[in-house]
């Protein structure tokens, strides 16, 4: 499955942003998405992460209750809201496709199969 990442931009601490993530290729329902992140200097880390139905989400304590994913299977697309951006969510924002389990979380970078180009997300302060 193909994956693009849109949506990454520069904004103020406090501010918004909406990534969105389409796929391509193969049944998009089929996989368990997620998202993650890697700042400059540091390790690529999870984000949040939807089941395949998008029944069960996950998300990092860092975001708790400021992101929201969500995802639509007719559109072939996942979705992260990002609110009450801080300076420290600056990085790379990935998707990335995981495996088929129905009710599955994915959560750890190895066992992504198929990753997007990242779209750079800046907070300013």
């Known amino acids: 499955v193909q994956l693009q990442a849109s949506g990454g931009g520069l904004v103020q601490a406090g501010g918004s942003l909406r990534l969105s993530c389409a796929a391509s290729g193969r049944t998009f329902s089929n996989y368990g998405m997620s998202w993650f992140r890697q700042a400059p200097g540091k390790e690529r880390d999870i984000v949040a992460a939807?089941?395949?139905?998008?029944?069960?989400?996950y998300y990092a304590d860092s975001v708790k209750g400021r992101f929201t994913i969500s995802r639509d299977n007719a559109k072939n697309t996942v979705y992260l809201q990002m609110n009450s951006l801080k300076p420290e969510d600056t990085a790379v924002y990935y998707c990335?496709?995981?495996?088929?389990?129905?009710?599955?979380?994915?959560?750890?970078?190895?066992?992504?199969?198929?990753w997007g180009k990242g779209t750079l997300v800046t907070v300013s302060s």
């Open positions: 990335a496709a995981g495996g088929a389990y129905n009710g599955a979380i994915y959560i750890t970078a190895g066992d992504m199969r198929y």
């Open positions: 939807i089941s395949r139905s998008g029944g069960s989400t």
